[in-house]
């Protein structure tokens, strides 16, 4: 199976890439949304991993955007921000799982392994209502067997409303999942394809395609021979607005002795590899949280700042306020935490060990 990992930091990226190998899974990897759309113009994939620190386009609105342009394939977003603000937006945006940095390898397996699962039993290249087929991979449309001749966009009309069955659909609904925001379309454009759809269908016999709901929209009728489509699925709403967003899966992880061995002696091995590049990294922090305590201990200002957010927090978030209250809150676990002497001594320690332990492999 093919996975798409768009991460733009090269050490995170070849681990995940390593790792996912290792089970036997064909990996690309782009650095930022541009490369991420060019990947899936080429080929198509099963799976799609974004972190959403991005330059550029963040992971949140690349996935906004892919699931407005029609992709469907399962998006798995890696965010190193605990945040509930993030973790509804990313879901609303339309990914179908989030998982934390940082991640652990046999968590993160479970969870990719659970949504290549859930795509495969939800994939469906064939539509069937009545005596009409939808034929998606090969954007064939057959009735009675007859092919039907359609255009582009009457194409995509079709298969929307075939694959939202049980919905009523208007307009707004098709503007949202059809159309490219820098090229949307009028409502009366919209109803002028939909008419021309239906005068289609009427034209070879079908005519109770679909039902107008005045002040609603419109509705999948009944066909003359079979019932409405069993195996299909609903396209994700890209507005959010269909249902509640997926939850993050609780995965209980279980693997067997030897995939853990397995497991446990490949990120052996990519440790020593990283071992130089984490110093380094390591060195910078230290450095920076250092003179920045020093700053912070020395002003007069900070300790009431810190009170200050504090009570703001919790105020702002009884009353509602959550998503700035949760800000907040953060800007104050920040400044904790460049006073937090113990923290830099644990780092300290950490470092210390990283140089012991680059010794022993060299």
Avoid at 8 to 18: E, H, N, T
């Amino acid at each position: 199976m093919k996975i798409l990992l768009v991460e733009d930091d090269p050490r995170f990226s070849g681990i995940i890439k390593l790792v996912l190998s290792e089970e036997g899974y064909d990996v690309t990897i782009r650095t930022e949304s541009s490369g991420c759309f060019l990947a899936l113009k080429e080929q198509p994939y099963n799976l799609a991993i974004l972190d959403i620190l991005l330059p550029g386009l963040d992971g949140i609105a690349l996935c906004r955007e892919l699931r407005r342009k029609g992709y469907s394939l399962p998006i798995l977003l890696l965010t190193a921000r605990d945040r509930t603000s993030d973790q509804v937006s990313g879901l609303d945006a339309g990914a179908d799982d989030y998982l934390l940095k940082p991640i652990k390898v046999a968590e993160f397996m479970a969870r990719v392994r659970a949504l290549l699962r859930r795509n495969q039993i939800t994939d469906v290249s064939s539509l069937r209502w009545g005596e009409l087929q939808l034929l998606v991979e090969k954007g064939e449309v057959t009735y009675q067997e007859k092919p039907l001749s359609l255009t582009a966009i009457e194409f995509r009309i079709l298969e929307f409303f075939l694959r939202n069955h049980s919905r009523t659909i208007d307009c707004g609904d098709l503007i949202d999942n059809l159309w490219e925001v820098d090229s949307l379309p009028s409502e009366n454009t919209v109803r002028s394809h939909i008419k021309k759809l239906r005068n289609k269908l009427k034209a070879v016999g079908e005519k109770n395609f679909l039902e107008t709901l005045y002040g609603m929209g419109y509705r999948l009728g009944k066909p003359n021979v079979s019932p409405p489509p069993s195996d299909s699925t609903p396209i994700r709403s890209i507005s959010g607005n269909q249902g509640s967003p997926l939850q993050p899966q609780t995965t209980t992880v279980s693997r067997s002795t030897p995939e853990q061995q397995k497991l446990v002696a490949l990120l052996s091995q990519l440790r020593g590899n990283y071992i130089g590049s984490l110093l380094r990294d390591l060195r910078v922090l230290l450095e920076g949280m250092e003179v920045l305590s020093q700053r912070l201990t020395q002003d007069p200002q900070i300790a009431p700042l810190i009170k200050t957010a504090h009570n703001l927090s919790s105020l702002l978030g009884s009353l509602g306020n959550e998503q700035e209250a949760q800000q907040i809150k953060s800007f104050e676990s920040a400044l904790e935490t460049l006073l937090n002497k113990q923290l830099q001594a644990s780092l300290h320690d950490l470092y210390g060990d990283l140089e012991q332990e680059q010794k022993t492999v060299s």
